[in-house]
């Protein structure tokens, strides 16, 4: 193969194997002595509406009111805290991430299991009413009658004005 065909192949393969610069904005900051983590999610209001900050997410204490921290997310959003609600530990903040993934997970597999049962019982009401009325329309076995009067209760007074002769039970 010629050289001017090998180069662009070799450029390439080089190009996919080094990884390109990382942008700084996808990179958390260096933790600094005023850098905490959320243990449990928070509801913060902004602006904008209510907003869930999930448990490990990194914040950056701005000032301390008493018993309450104010704090900001990488992500600009400024909201009140405990020292209950934070810590400075990423391994015990990304356990309690963990934790809460998990508690999830269980929660979401629960619903969906009574979702399940729910959609199987409105299935079987409906196949089980589906045969009762299949069993009533077969019980007539005068085709002229029998659609009349399984619906005389409907209008009783109509049947002699249709024709049909009144048959009581």
């Known amino acids: 193969m010629p050289p001017y065909k090998i180069l662009p192949l070799v450029v390439a393969c080089l190009s996919l194997a080094i990884p390109g610069p990382v942008r700084a904005e996808s990179r958390a900051p260096a933790p600094t002595k005023n850098t905490r983590f959320l243990l449990e999610r928070i509801k913060a209001i902004t602006d904008s509406g209510i907003v869930g900050v999930p448990v490990g997410t990194q914040v950056e204490i701005v000032s301390k009111t008493g018993n309450t921290l104010k704090v900001k997310a990488l992500d600009g959003t400024t909201f009140d805290v405990t020292p209950a609600q934070v810590t400075d530990d990423a391994a015990k903040a990304l356990a309690s991430k963990e934790q809460t993934d998990a508690i999830d ?63 009581l039970a």
């Open 105 to 167: 997970a269980e929660a979401k597999a629960k619903r969906d299991a009574i979702i399940a049962a729910q959609a199987a019982k409105i299935l079987a009401d409906k196949q089980r009413e589906s045969s009762a009325a299949e069993a009533i329309a077969t019980t007539d076995t005068n085709p002229r009658i029998a659609p009349v009067t399984r619906q005389a209760h409907l209008c009783p007074e109509a049947l002699p004005l249709m024709g049909v002769p009144i048959r």
